[in-house]
């Protein structure tokens, strides 16, 4: 089975920026859609950003116009570019795959915002 592993969390101050890569195990082809999602403490995980393979992008209304996701199925990776980082970014940021037979995760990278 595929396995995920997320890499680029860390502290930073708000306003500033950060990029989460997703590595993969063995392509990523089969599965049409990757998506980050993130879970804060005491809240639901939800979803920040997904790609398809069709190339549909789209974000949570509140990453809108500061985050950016990439995906490259040569390289058997996700990123997520993230901008003008708010306090309320602070969570646990997982990488998820999915395709009509299977549904993968990784096991989270700690994003921290500081005021």
């Known amino acids: 089975q595929v396995q995920l592993v997320e890499s680029g969390g860390g502290l930073v101050q708000v306003g500033g920026s950060l990029t989460l890569s997703c590595s993969a195990s063995a392509s990523i082809y089969p599965y049409y859609t990757m998506s980050w999602y993130r879970q804060a403490p005491g809240n639901q995980r939800e979803l920040v950003a997904f790609?398809?393979?069709?190339?549909?992008?789209d974000y949570l209304t509140s990453v809108k116009g500061r985050f950016a996701v990439f995906r490259d199925d040569a390289q058997n990776t996700l990123s997520l570019q993230m901008n003008n980082l708010k306090s309320e970014d602070t969570a646990v940021y997982y990488c998820n795959a999915k395709s009509s037979s299977d549904t993968i995760w990784g096991q989270g990278t700690q994003v921290t915002v500081s005021s």
């Open positions: 790609v398809t393979a069709g190339g549909t992008i």
